[in-house]
C-alpha cells in the first residue's frame, strides 16, 4: 500500500500497506502525508545529505549586519516550541538541515549577487546575508562539534545548511537559538521533509468500474470510469454535472506542487511544461538536482532508508492522482473525468523518495505564482491556483509563511489538504499557515472520513474515500497508465482547487477571500463527529449559481453533530484498514480496461 500526503507527499504522504490507499498532506512519525506501508505512520524526516553545496570561501561581510550576540531567552523560547511540536518519532531521528531567515533590515542592507545564467542548476553567488553571521555559525559549530555547511539561497532570501552530523533535539534546539539571537536573523528553523499520504482501497469497486450500468454513465460522460466517481455525481458528492453545463475550465491553470508527473493518455493534453524543484539528486532520483523535467521517477522506499525502522513501500504516483483529479480530459470514452476538465495543469516536482524538504516546497509555490526563484528560468504560465496535498506536523516554519505571502501578493489562490491523522489540523503545516484554503475529507455517506483532520482551520471538505483517479501501473518506475481509487485529504484537495477553476473560468476577477467565501456559503451540510469540519462539502453547481447571482440565498445548515462524540482527538498517526486483499489498478490496453498484475 501506498501513503502520500505531504512527501508534502501530498495532503498526504506515502505508505504501503495491505489497505486502501489513504491520502494525508503531512508527515507524521515517521511521516505524515507519504508512506508506503499502511500500518505504519510516516514522520517527516531530516535526511542526512552529503551532496550540500560547499560554503563560498571568500565572502565579504557587510558593516551593518549586526555583532555575534549571546543567546536570547526570546530565542531560545521560540526554538524549543519549534522542536517540541514535532513528533517523539522525528525528535529521535534527530535534525541536520535547517533554513536562516533574516530581518528585513538585514535584507534591504545586504543581497544576493546570482552569477551564473538562469536554469543553472548549481549558482555562484556572493551572499552577503549569511556570510553577516558566519561568526555566530563557528561558535555554534565549536560548541556542538560539527560544521555548517552552506546549501543555497532559497527564493525569499533565506539560508538553506546542513551539519555534518545529526543534532539531538536539544541540540537543535540550541543550534537554532544561537544563530537566531543574531540580530539579523528573524527565525532558524529545520528544514523538515513533507510527504503526501494515499492507499488503495481494498474493497471491489475498482472491478466494478468497467462493466458498471450505463444509466448511471449515461447522465453526463462517456468516460467508462465515470460511474465510478461517486465524488462527482452521488449526492453527498460535489455536483460537477451540473457545473459542467456552465464551464468546464477554460483559461484557467492549476500548479500541483507533488510527486510530479508521468504520461498518461487520460492528461497529457491538459498538462504544461512544468518543473523539477527537488535540489537533493539522492531524492530526485534523476541524476541530478533541479532541472526543467518534473517527471516523477517513482517514489518506492527500501526498509529503514527513510527512518529507523520504516518499512519498504511502492511507488504509488500521488502527484499523477492528483492531476488527474483536478484535470483529467473527458468524453474521451476512457477513463475518468477531472472536476474541471479543460483546465491546464502546472506540474511541479517537490516530493522525491522520502518525501520533499520544506525549502523546495516554498520555492515551487513562489515559482507556481509566478514569482523569481534564483537559478530557475521564469514560469511563461503562471498559475491562478496552486494545489498542495501534503503536509506534515510542527508549528508553521517562516519558510513557509514567507513563501505564503508571496503567492497571496500574486493573486494566487492556495488550496491546502488538512491531514490524514485525525487530530486537529492546527498542529500540521502548512495548514496551519493561514493564508490558503484547507480541505478535509467525507466520505460517499456525507460524513467527515475517519482519518481526516479538523478543527476550525478547516474552511471546507470534499469526498477523499476510494477517489477514482490517474496512476501509473510501476511499483517502482513507470511501467504504463492506469488507474486506481485512493483515500485522503490529499484526495478531497484537489476538487476543491478543481471546483476554483470553475470559479475562476467564470469569472477572472475571483479573489482568494471572494472564493472560500463563496465555497463556504454553498456548501452542502456534512456529518460532523468532532469540533469543526468546515462550512460543509464543496458543491461546484451551487458556487458557481452564486458567483453568478443565481443563488443568493445562503445557503445551509451547520454541519450535523453525529450522535455520540468519538475519542478520536487523542490518537495518532494513520487510520489503517486491517484489509489485506486489493484489487490492482486497471491498465489500459487497445482493447479497454483489464485489471493490471
Known amino acids: 500500500n501506498i501513503n502520500v500526503f505531504r512527501k508534502v507527499h501530498l495532503c498526504e504522504w506515502v505508505i504501503l500497506t495491505n489497505c486502501r490507499f489513504r491520502h494525508s498532506h503531512m508527515q507524521r512519525t515517521p511521516m505524515s502525508f507519504t508512506t508506503h506501508p499502511s500500518s505504519r505512520r510516516i514522520a517527516r ?67 544576493i549577487n546570482w552569477a551564473s545564467p538562469a536554469g543553472t ?18 561558535k555554534i559549530d565549536d560548541l556542538l562539534n560539527v560544521k555548517t555547511n552552506y546549501v543555497r539561497t532559497t527564493s525569499q532570501k533565506a539560508t538553506v545548511v546542513t551539519t555534518s552530523s545529526k543534532l539531538t533535539a536539544e541540540q537543535a534546539e540550541k543550534y537554532m537559538a544561537a544563530l537566531s539571537s543574531n540580530a539579523s536573523v528573524a527565525s532558524v528553523e529545520p528544514d523538515l521533509m513533507r510527504r ?19 444509466t ?17 455525481h452521488d449526492a453527498k458528492g460535489i455536483s460537477a454535472p451540473d457545473a459542467w453545463a456552465t464551464t468546464q475550465g477554460s483559461g484557467v491553470t492549476v500548479a500541483v506542487i507533488d510527486s510530479g508527473i508521468v504520461k498518461h493518455p487520460d492528461l497529457d493534453a491538459n498538462v504544461l511544461p512544468g518543473y523539477d524543484f527537488i535540489t537533493e539528486p539522492s531524492i530526485a532520483r534523476d541524476g541530478n538536482g533541479r532541472d526543467a523535467d518534473p517527471t516523477d521517477q517513482g517514489n518506492w522506499e527500501e526498509a529503514g532508508v527513510c527512518a529507523a525502522g520504516s518499512e519498504a513501500s511502492e511507488s504509488n504516483w500521488h502527484g499523477t492522482h ?16 477531472g472536476v474541471a476538465p479543460n483546465a491546464k495543469i502546472l506540474p511541479l516536482r517537490a516530493l522525491g523518495m522520502c518525501g520533499g524538504y520544506d525549502s523546495d516546497i516554498a520555492d515551487a509555490m513562489v515559482w507556481a505564482a509566478g514569482g523569481t526563484v534564483e537559478g530557475v528560468p521564469a514560469n511563461t504560465h503562471p498559475a491562478q491556483i496552486i494545489n498542495l496535498s501534503l503536509g506534515g506536523e510542527g508549528t508553521c516554519p517562516a519558510t513557509y509563511s514567507k513563501a505564503i505571502a508571496e503567492v497571496n501578493k500574486r493573486g494566487a489562490i492556495l488550496v491546502v489538504a488538512a491531514g490524514n491523522d485525525d487530530q486537529d489540523t492546527s498542529k500540521i503545516a502548512p495548514a496551519n499557515c493561514g493564508g490558503s484554503i484547507v480541505v478535509g475529507s467525507t466520505n460517499q455517506k ?60 467564470v469569472d477572472p476577477s475571483l479573489t482568494a477571500d471572494r472564493a472560500k467565501q463563496v465555497l463556504k456559503q454553498s456548501a452542502k451540510p456534512l456529518t460532523c463527529d468532532v469540533n469543526a469540519c468546515g462550512a460543509g462539502i464543496a458543491n461546484a453547481a451551487s458556487a458557481l449559481e452564486i458567483l453568478q447571482g443565481k443563488n443568493v440565498t445562503p445557503a445551509h445548515p451547520k454541519p450535523k453533530r453525529a450522535p455520540k462524540y468519538p475519542t478520536r482527538a487523542a490518537r495518532t498517526g494513520y487510520v489503517t484498514n486491517p484489509t489485506t486483499n486489493h484489487n490492482p489498478p486497471f491498465l489500459i490496453t487497445p482493447h479497454g480496461l483489464i485489471p493490471g498484475q
Do not use: C
Open 121 to 138: 542548476h548549481v549558482a555562484t553567488w556572493s551572499d552577503s546575508l549569511y556570510s553577516g553571521i558566519t561568526a555566530d555559525v563557528q
Open 322 to 337: 492528483v492531476a488527474g483529479s483536478i484535470a483529467a480530459i473527458m468524453n474521451n470514452k476512457r477513463g475518468i473525468a
Open 45 to 111: 524526516v531530516a535526511l542526512s545529505m552529503g551532496t550540500a553545496a560547499a560554503l563560498v570561501a571568500s565572502l565579504g561581510a557587510p558593516a551593518t549586519f549586526a555583532a555575534p550576540a549571546q543567546t536570547s531567552n526570546a530565542a531560545r523560547a521560540a526554538a524549543h516550541t519549534t522542536i517540541s511540536s514535532l513528533s517523539s518519532d522525528q525528535q529521535k531521528a534527530g535534525f541536520n538541515r535547517f533554513v536562516i531567515t533574516y530581518t528585513d533590515d538585514a535584507l534591504n542592507a545586504g543581497g
Open 446 to 505: 456525507g460524513q467527515r472520513s475517519d482519518f481526516s483532520n479538523y478543527g476550525k482551520i478547516v474552511d471546507v471538505s470534499a469526498p477523499g474515500d476510494g477517489i477514482m483517479s490517474t496512476v501509473d501501473l510501476g511499483t517502482t518506475v513507470s511501467t504504463g497508465a492506469g488507474y486506481t481509487e485512493y483515500d485522503g485529504t490529499s484526495m478531497a484537495a484537489p476538487q476543491v482547487a478543481g471546483i476554483i477553476a470553475l470559479m475562476k473560468s
Open 216 to 232: 448511471q454513465a449515461a447522465v453526463t460522460p462517456n468516460d467508462t470510469l465515470y460511474p465510478q466517481q461517486w465524488n462527482l
Open 196 to 214: 503526501s499520504s494515499a492507499r488503495r482501497q481494498a474493497t471491489s469497486t475498482l472491478a466494478k468500474a468497467a462493466s458498471a450500468s450505463k
